[in-house]
């Protein structure tokens, strides 16, 4: 009687899984805004130090406004470079300018990643947009 009952519930399973991929893909995309020209990026978190030891983590989350189509085609294809170089400057900065009983500067964040986007696209025209700013002190 066992011997059956196996191929029944794989032939059950398998039978299920086309009708959840149809789901999926019949989903509607999420979009955060309707404008064209924003791209998301996703959050980057550093740690930060004080005393020589890890004193919480910095998070940082952009997004770049982008008008024109050719440049942010050239951002689509360069985003993990971007990323890179981000995640570098934005740890450089909270080794050595971030502290657990103060707030991050925001403008010096801002700069900060403006010249690094200006610098990786060759050209000005990406701006660069702050979502969040926040730490994590870990006492």
């Known amino acids: 009687m066992r011997s059956w ?3 029944c ?3 059950a399973a398998f039978a299920v899984m086309p009708a959840r991929a149809d789901d999926e893909a019949k989903r509607p995309e999420h979009k955060i ?9 996703e959050p980057f978190y550093t740690t930060f130090y ?4 890890p004193a919480g983590l ?4 952009v997004g770049l406004d982008v008008p024109n189509d050719a440049l942010r085609s050239d951002v689509d294809r360069g985003m993990p470079r971007l990323r890179d ?6 740890s450089l900065f909270a080794a050595t300018a971030v502290r ?16 690094v986007t200006d610098r990786a696209l060759h050209r000005p025209g990406a701006k660069v947009l702050l979502a969040q700013v926040a730490i994590r002190v870990s006492r």
């Not at 910095?58 to 989350?61: D, S, Y």
């Open 9 to 11: 519930a794989l032939a």
């Open 58 to 61: 910095l998070m940082v989350a």
């Open 33 to 41: 805004t309707q404008s064209k020209s924003f791209i998301m990026v």
């Open 100 to 115: 657990p009983d103060r707030q991050p500067d925001v403008n010096e964040i801002a700069g900060r990643l403006q010249r």
């Open 5 to 7: 009952l196996l191929p």
């Open 85 to 90: 170089d981000y995640l570098r400057n934005l």
């Open 50 to 53: 004080d005393a020589g030891r």
